[in-house]
């Protein structure tokens, strides 16, 4: 299983701060596909991706344990 992380307003969206499914062998892009479907409204064209805290690529492939996080771009002054 993966535990799939959300920041920010996309956790608003998501109404958790995590979820976990069952990724193995999936790329990120798959993922992202996949909560397209399960929650309409989430956009994640925007947003950083990390996989075990190291920023990943949407062709990154997912392993058995591993830990994704949706990062929304953040602005300050």
């Known amino acids: 299983m993966n535990k799939v992380m959300f920041f920010a307003h ?25 909560l397209a479907e399960k929650y309409p409204v989430l ?18 492939e997912i392993h058995e344990g591993d830990v994704i996080a949706f990062i929304p771009p953040v602005s300050g002054g």
């Open 10 to 34: 996309l956790r608003d969206t998501v109404g958790e701060e995590f979820i976990t499914l069952e990724l193995s062998g999936k790329t990120i892009a798959d993922l992202k596909q996949i």
């Open 43 to 60: 956009k994640l064209d925007t947003v950083m991706t990390a996989i075990n805290e190291e920023f990943a690529a949407n062709d990154e």
